[in-house]
């Protein structure tokens, strides 16, 4: 940061973005994407522009949010798995794009070039 001392980049800490990230596996940018853009929105424009309103309702946004997330856990849980034994979303599991990969040389480890006994690869 040398270079640029007054960047907006110094209040990022990348490894703690980046450990952020890797820790859930299926995250995708679906997941981070409206993540970052609330984020922006409250914490840089609205801060920005109207700091008492966002200092009397950060706090109660942030607890929306929370509790929002995890009733909506609990919904899907006692909508889709819970009823029938999770038997539900059987279908949606055969679905051809959820099995696809399995179909293919990748899937069921076919070579790319098979050697003959005794030779090697490089």
């Known amino acids: 940061m040398k270079r640029w001392p007054h960047s907006s980049l110094r209040y990022v800490n990348f490894p703690v973005f980046f450990n952020g990230t890797s820790l859930i596996p299926p995250a995708t940018a679906l997941n981070f994407v409206p993540w ?8 840089n424009i609205i801060r920005k522009h109207n700091f008492p309103w966002w200092a009397k309702y950060n706090y109660v946004l942030s607890a929306a949010l929370d ?17 029938m034994n999770g038997m539900i979303g059987m279908g949606l599991q055969q679905w051809w794009g959820n099995t696809v990969f399995k179909n293919n040389d990748d899937g069921q480890g076919v070579p790319v070039l098979q050697l003959a006994t005794g030779q090697t690869f490089g």
């Open 36 to 43: 970052a853009l609330v984020n922006y929105i409250f914490q």
């Open 67 to 83: 509790s929002g997330l995890a009733v909506s856990v609990l919904v899907i849980f006692f909508t889709l798995q819970y009823p």
